[in-house]
């Protein structure tokens, strides 16, 4: 089974820029990757998702800041967060978009948006 492990999350002010990395074990050339967030007390939900061949959607609370994209050599996907807010803080999730129930989840990178 393919392993997704989650990086470059961490402590910005309001206002401020983070780019997270999920890296992929095998390839994802064929799958629709997404990224979700969950944090203290709240429930799971989805930011964004790009297709095999890089269309992209988003949850109303990111769109216009935050940008989902691919690279499918690197088998890497990437969420590119700007204009980051208190309520972005959260532990940021990759996953493939239509396996989330079979495969679980994985340790997640924390983002934390300072008041």
């Known amino acids: 089974q393919v392993q997704l492990v989650e990086s470059g999350g961490g402590l910005v002010q309001p206002g401020g820029s983070l780019r997270l990395s999920c890296v992929a074990s095998?390839?994802?050339?064929?799958?629709?990757m997404g990224w979700y967030r969950q944090a203290p007390g709240k429930q799971r939900e989805w930011v964004a998702a790009?297709?095999?061949?890089?269309?992209?959607n988003y949850a109303d609370s990111v769109k216009g800041r935050f940008t989902i994209s691919r690279d499918n050599a690197k088998n890497t996907v990437y969420l590119q967060m700007n204009s980051l807010k208190p309520e972005d803080t959260a532990v940021y999730y990759c996953?493939?978009?239509?396996?989330?129930?079979?495969?679980?989840w994985g340790q997640g990178t924390q983002v934390t948006v300072s008041s």
């Open positions: 996953n493939f978009f239509l396996s989330v129930q079979m495969r679980g």
């Open positions: 095998g390839t994802i050339t064929i799958n629709i």
């Open positions: 790009i297709t095999s061949t890089g269309n992209t």
